[in-house]
């Protein structure tokens, strides 16, 4: 028996092992986290005070959303589940935006929520929610932990599901008296789940068939998604789209995945995609979609979409194959190991008349647009953030025009340096995934190319990229519009601009609160108040100075650029329609 | 065409709760859900009736299969299997005339009568989907005062 008096501490009742909360901060160590964006509240307070002297970086977000945006932008920049933590009720609920933002394009992230005591629970008590029950759609697990017991093994099971298989966010909900809890539980070395199986077997047969039809395709297309990211791919894609020569398409998930400045690739694809992509999609034989999930901005008309051609569909997800478009080949599997183990059985081929073919639309069709008298061209400013940057930035954007300007008219040769709200189209994520990835990424630049609207939706944030010290760009490209939604209306509801409107005059009448006209807020005032540099563009001359100062500073600024109002997204396929439907008014 | 699709599930609080969501989330109708313990108490087994074309049956298979919680996803309507609800219903019988003829035709499918009222038995059924569809079809011409139904079970044979 162990001698008490030696210790000093006769009178303290024993307690071997940690709280709940310590064990909350072993697991992310043990995880590799090295920053945690978070915000606390009365059901984390425990969590927090471990925090206090944590191996980390601890992030004080404005609001729960950044929090997870930020954790987002982090694991797409870095390929690194993102950490973030929040309390409960309203502080679980914020997050709930983020959480679906990373669940539909597959980002790896783990939210650890408080909840009130498991006493408590049920009882309607102060800052409770249903959290386990409200991020269930929207997360890819959740885990209410009912003992400090089984913490750290949830914890270490939490990372492996956010990071295996297809990726996705994790909520690990704590009740407060866990928090307090002793345990000796461990985090275990290895997770092991029976039922969770994320390791495909790679079925032979149907690689043998892949092969084949490769080698029996006179028209091949890739169309890479950002599965192709997810799985660090890239290289691997590319020596087999040089080998068999064919082209490459990337949806706006794969930007940068097959480098865009290559005599392959077509550049993006779907509904203002290069008119190149979209006409090789309606032409191809062979449609080989690699870690792509044929989205309804990709297809359009479902029945016309890619009707010439056998279609072959690889993915980890096995319900995403023949979810939305039939399939004649479904490869089940990991994109590394079904492209390693199906190059060597393909022939080199020249397909001379396709490629003859594509280079021409490519050619012909270059993405472009029509500059307007006197008035600044948003396009025009993003090539300026390509030349001035001399390409090489980690570009997040928000949701819209921007963002589909943004995907248009850089060109992304490295994956991971495009960051966007894909499937959700989650207007505010731009900015504080711009400083999630710079956190992750602190040597490259970092630039966010966001609009009027969507910068609004997180402007809070700016504080904590100006306190961080962060030297990230935000261009917003202010056509006083929520220019998407305008662009629509312009285009199918005969111009009738309803709710669109950020300036305050041409609003239809039972919009209007002033009559003075004028817009609101002031950007630079307001980035000003938060610490950033600012500045207000106009004209065509001032935009390259202005980003040459920007980008040299090393500090966070805020560029505002007053764009052409009324410029318009193109090409574009109307939704629901075939490619032979595309507007395109630049050529 | 209806399926019967077999999951077998890890036995932890919240599985039902994510299951049922997922299948209602994506828009799919479940027609009867039937969950029990196996003869490992740390699996349950779902039975899952979901009426659908192939592809819907294809994405529920899946969609299932990738569940962190979900151990084994089998249709049982692709193989050979065995599958029985139970039904347990009361049928008004005003005079003796009427009652004989619910007791015959109880008996004819082997359905037990397990309680007698003055105006109304009760009956104990069970059978595959078609047979509990015809007993129910023979008994209209009688009031139904109450029916439940355990939703189907199934397992499968050599």
Same mark, same amino acid.
Not at chain 1, 17 to 38: N, S, W
Not at chain 1, 428 to 434: D, E, H, K, N, V
């Given at each position: 028996?162990?001698?008490?008096?030696?210790?000093?501490?006769?009178?303290?009742? !024993?307690?071997?092992?940690?709280?709940?909360?310590?064990?909350?901060?072993?697991?992310?160590?043990?995880?590799?986290?090295?920053?945690?964006?978070?915000?606390?509240?009365?059901?984390?307070?425990?969590?927090?005070?471990?925090?206090?002297?944590?191996?980390?970086?601890?992030?004080?977000?404005?609001? !729960?959303?950044?929090?997870?945006?930020?954790?987002?932008?982090?694991?797409?920049?870095?390929?690194?589940?993102?950490?973030?933590?929040?309390?409960?009720?309203?502080?679980?609920?914020?997050?709930?935006?983020?959480?679906?933002?990373?669940?539909?394009?597959?980002?790896?992230?783990?939210?650890? $929520?408080?909840?009130?005591?498991?006493?408590?629970?049920?009882?309607?008590?102060?800052?409770?929610?249903?959290?386990?029950?409200?991020?269930?759609?929207?997360?890819?697990?959740?885990?209410? @932990?009912?003992?400090?017991?089984?913490?750290?093994?949830?914890?270490?099971?939490?990372?492996?599901?956010?990071?295996?298989?297809?990726?996705?966010?994790?909520?690990?909900?704590?009740?407060?008296?866990?928090?307090?809890?002793?345990?000796?539980?461990?985090?275990?070395?290895?997770?092991?789940?029976?039922?969770?199986?994320?390791?495909?077997?790679?079925?032979?047969?149907?690689?043998?068939?892949?092969? !084949?039809?490769?080698?029996?395709?006179?028209?091949?297309?890739?169309?890479?998604?950002?599965?192709?990211?997810?799985?660090?791919?890239?290289?691997?894609?590319?020596?087999?789209?040089?080998?068999?020569?064919?082209? @490459?398409?990337? $949806?706006?998930?794969?930007?940068?995945?097959?480098?865009?400045?290559?005599?392959?690739?077509?550049?993006?694809?779907?509904?203002?995609?290069?008119?190149?992509?979209?006409?090789?999609?309606?032409?191809?034989?062979?449609?080989?979609?690699?870690?792509?999930?044929?989205?309804?901005?990709?297809?359009?008309?479902?029945?016309?979409?890619?009707?010439?051609?056998?279609?072959?569909?690889?993915?980890?997800?096995?319900?995403?194959?023949?979810?939305?478009?039939?399939?004649?080949?479904?490869?089940?599997?990991?994109?590394?190991?079904?492209?390693?183990?199906?190059?060597?059985?393909?022939?080199?081929?020249?397909?001379?008349?396709?490629?003859?073919?594509?280079?021409?639309?490519?050619?012909?069709?270059?993405?472009?647009?029509?500059?307007?008298?006197?008035?600044?061209?948003?396009?025009?400013?993003?090539?300026?953030?390509?030349?001035?940057?001399?390409?090489?930035?980690?570009?997040?954007?928000?949701?819209?025009?921007?963002?589909?300007?943004?995907?248009?008219?850089?060109?992304?040769?490295?994956?991971?340096?495009?960051?966007?709200?894909?499937?959700?189209?989650?207007?505010?994520?731009?900015?504080?995934?711009?400083?999630?990835?710079?956190?992750?990424?602190?040597?490259?630049?970092?630039?966010?190319? $966001?609009?009027?609207?969507?910068?609004?939706?997180?402007?809070?944030?700016?504080?904590?990229?100006?306190?961080?010290?962060?030297?990230?760009?935000?261009?917003?490209?202010?056509?006083?519009?929520?220019?998407?939604?305008?662009?629509?209306?312009?285009?199918?509801?005969?111009?009738?601009?309803?709710?669109?409107?950020?300036?305050?005059?041409?609003?239809?009448?039972?919009?209007?609160?002033?009559?003075?006209?004028?817009?609101?807020?002031?950007?630079?005032?307001?980035?000003?108040?938060?610490?950033?540099?600012?500045?207000?563009?106009?004209?065509?001359?001032?935009?390259?100075?202005?980003?040459? !100062?920007?980008?040299?500073?090393?500090?966070?600024?805020?560029?505002?650029?007053?764009?052409?109002?009324?410029?318009?997204?193109?090409?574009?396929?109307?939704?629901?329609?075939?490619?032979?439907?595309?507007?395109?008014?630049?050529? | 065409?209806?399926?019967?699709?077999?999951?077998?599930?890890?036995?932890?609080?919240?599985?039902?709760?994510?299951?049922?969501?997922?299948?209602?989330?994506?828009?799919?109708?479940?027609?009867?859900?039937?969950?029990?313990?196996?003869?490992?108490?740390?699996?349950?087994? /779902?039975?899952?009736?979901?009426?659908?074309?192939?592809?819907?049956?294809?994405?529920?298979?899946?969609?299932?299969?990738?569940?962190?919680?979900?151990?084994?996803?089998?249709? /049982?309507?692709?193989?050979?299997?065995?599958?029985?609800?139970?039904?347990?219903?009361?049928?008004?019988?005003?005079?003796?005339?009427?009652?004989?003829?619910?007791?015959?035709?109880?008996?004819?499918?082997?359905?037990?009568?397990?309680?007698?009222?003055?105006?109304?038995?009760?009956?104990? /059924?069970?059978?595959?989907?078609?047979?509990?569809?015809?007993?129910?079809?023979?008994?209209?011409?009688?009031?139904?005062?109450?029916?439940?139904?355990?939703?189907?079970?199934?397992?499968?044979?050599?």
């Amino acid at each position: 028996m162990k001698d008490k008096k030696t210790t000093g501490k006769a009178d303290e009742p !024993e307690q071997p092992g940690r709280t709940g909360a310590q064990c909350v901060i072993d697991g992310l160590v043990k995880a590799g986290c090295e920053v945690l964006f978070g915000y606390p509240g009365g059901a984390v307070l425990d969590i927090f005070n471990c925090i206090y002297d944590a191996p980390f970086n601890f992030v004080l977000t404005r609001h !729960e959303q950044g929090a997870v945006h930020m954790a987002d932008g982090y694991a797409r920049a870095t390929g690194r589940p993102g950490c973030c933590l929040v309390t409960s009720g309203p502080g679980a609920t914020n997050t709930v935006t983020g959480l679906a933002t990373a669940y539909m394009d597959g980002i790896p992230l783990v939210c650890f $929520t408080g909840q009130v005591a498991l006493n408590m629970i049920g009882n309607d008590a102060f800052q409770e929610a249903d959290v386990i029950g409200i991020t269930r759609p929207v997360t890819k697990y959740n885990f209410l @932990v009912r003992s400090a017991d089984e913490l750290p093994e949830i914890i270490a099971k939490a990372f492996h599901i956010a990071t295996t298989g297809k990726p996705g966010p994790v909520v690990v909900d704590i009740p407060k008296n866990v928090q307090k809890q002793m345990t000796v539980a461990t985090t275990p070395e290895k997770v092991t789940m029976r039922a969770y199986k994320p390791d495909v077997e790679i079925n032979p047969e149907e690689l043998k068939d892949f092969a !084949e039809m490769i080698n029996a395709a006179s028209r091949p297309l890739l169309y890479a998604g950002g599965g192709l990211i997810t799985a660090g791919a890239s290289g691997l894609l590319a020596e087999l789209a040089r080998k068999a020569n064919m082209p @490459v398409c990337t $949806t706006l998930m794969a930007l940068g995945a097959f480098p865009e400045d290559d005599p392959l690739a077509l550049r993006m694809v779907g509904m203002h995609g290069s008119v190149a992509a979209n006409y090789a999609i309606d032409h191809c034989d062979l449609l080989i979609s690699a870690g792509a999930r044929f989205d309804d901005r990709v297809t359009g008309k479902i029945s016309s979409f890619a009707a010439r051609a056998k279609i072959v569909h690889i993915d980890i997800d096995r319900s995403s194959i023949n979810k939305s478009v039939h399939a004649h080949l479904g490869v089940h599997g990991d994109l590394r190991k079904v492209l390693d183990a199906v190059t060597p059985l393909v022939r080199p081929a020249a397909h001379e008349e396709w490629m003859g073919q594509v280079a021409q639309w490519k050619e012909r069709f270059p993405f472009a647009y029509q500059g307007r008298e006197g008035e600044l061209m948003p396009q025009y400013v993003i090539e300026q953030i390509y030349e001035v940057s001399g390409g090489k930035a980690v570009v997040t954007t928000d949701v819209g025009q921007n963002q589909m300007w943004a995907a248009q008219f850089f060109r992304y040769t490295r994956p991971r340096t495009f960051i966007s709200s894909g499937g959700l189209g989650t207007m505010g994520f731009g900015l504080p995934a711009c400083i999630g990835a710079q956190f992750g990424r602190r040597d490259e630049l970092a630039v966010c190319i $966001t609009g009027d609207g969507g910068v609004q939706m997180n402007f809070q944030e700016l504080v904590v990229a100006v306190e961080h010290r962060l030297p990230i760009v935000v261009v917003i490209l202010n056509n006083g519009y929520l220019g998407m939604v305008r662009q629509w209306q312009e285009l199918f509801y005969s111009k009738r601009y309803s709710g669109v409107m950020l300036s305050q005059s041409g609003r239809a009448p039972n919009e209007q609160i002033q009559d003075k006209g004028g817009y609101l807020p002031d950007f630079i005032k307001m980035a000003e108040a938060h610490g950033a540099n600012a500045r207000r563009i106009t004209r065509a001359e001032e935009v390259t100075p202005a980003l040459k !100062e920007a980008f040299e500073s090393r500090q966070t600024w805020v560029i505002e650029c007053i764009i052409s109002p009324e410029a318009n997204v193109y090409p574009m396929i109307p939704p629901g329609s075939h490619v032979a439907e595309m507007i395109n008014h630049t050529v | 065409m209806k399926h019967i699709i077999n999951c077998l599930v890890e036995n932890q609080p919240g599985v039902l709760a994510r299951i049922v969501g997922l299948i209602s989330g994506r828009g799919y109708n479940i027609e009867t859900l039937n969950v029990g313990p196996t003869a490992d108490p740390t699996v349950s087994k /779902m039975t899952i009736v979901v009426p659908g074309d192939a592809n819907i049956i294809a994405q529920v298979t899946h969609q299932l299969s990738k569940q962190p919680d979900v151990i084994e996803v089998v249709n /049982m309507t692709n193989r050979r299997h065995l599958d029985r609800e139970l039904i347990l219903l009361r049928v008004a019988a005003a005079n003796h005339h009427d009652r004989a003829e619910i007791v015959d035709l109880a008996a004819l499918f082997m359905a037990r009568v397990v309680g007698v009222q003055t105006e109304s038995v009760t009956i104990q /059924m069970a059978g595959n989907q078609e047979t509990v569809a015809d007993f129910l079809r023979l008994l209209k011409p009688y009031k139904l005062i109450d029916i439940s139904r355990s939703g189907v079970i199934a397992v499968g044979r050599d």
